[in-house]
């Protein structure tokens, strides 16, 4: 079992920035990948960023490529989210995930289906 915590969400106008951050617990070592994702309201869950827990390969959504950053901290098993240039378009619910049944990709992956740990989110919230 994987329990993930999520923490660093907030308020913030347009241009501005946030770093969230990403506590994980339990079994973590057959975590392979982490990834973020991101659900506005009325919306579906889109991914937002991923990277390789066992390298530093990291996967973007187009929508955030060049603004976000996600970074890894092995020996504190935490994954952050780095956030720049922020958008009104970028307010949503921020899903911290784990992949851990043992497949390997060549990319890692956004797709929410490829994950099996959540943590609860934390909001962002972008004003214009």
């Known amino acids: 079992q994987v329990h993930l915590v999520e923490s660093g969400g907030g308020s913030v106008q347009a241009g501005g920035s946030l770093r969230l951050s990403c506590a994980a617990s339990?079994?973590?070592?057959?975590?392979?990948?982490m990834g973020w994702f991101r659900q506005a309201i009325g919306k579906e869950r889109e991914g937002v960023a991923a990277?390789?827990?066992?390298?530093?390969?990291?996967h973007y959504a187009d929508s955030v490529q060049g603004r976000f950053t996600i970074s890894q901290d092995n020996a504190e098993n935490t994954v952050a989210l780095q956030m720049n240039s922020l958008s009104p378009e970028d307010t949503g619910m921020y899903y911290c995930?784990?992949?851990?049944?043992?497949?390997?990709?060549?990319?890692?992956?956004?797709?929410?289906?490829?994950?099996?740990?959540w943590g609860q989110g934390t909001p962002v919230t972008v004003s214009s």
């Open positions: 995930a784990a992949h851990c049944r043992g497949w390997h990709y060549s990319t890692p992956p956004i797709s929410s289906n490829d994950y099996d740990y």
């Open positions: 339990g079994y973590t070592s057959s975590c392979k990948y």
């Open positions: 990277i390789y827990t066992s390298g530093d390969e990291t």
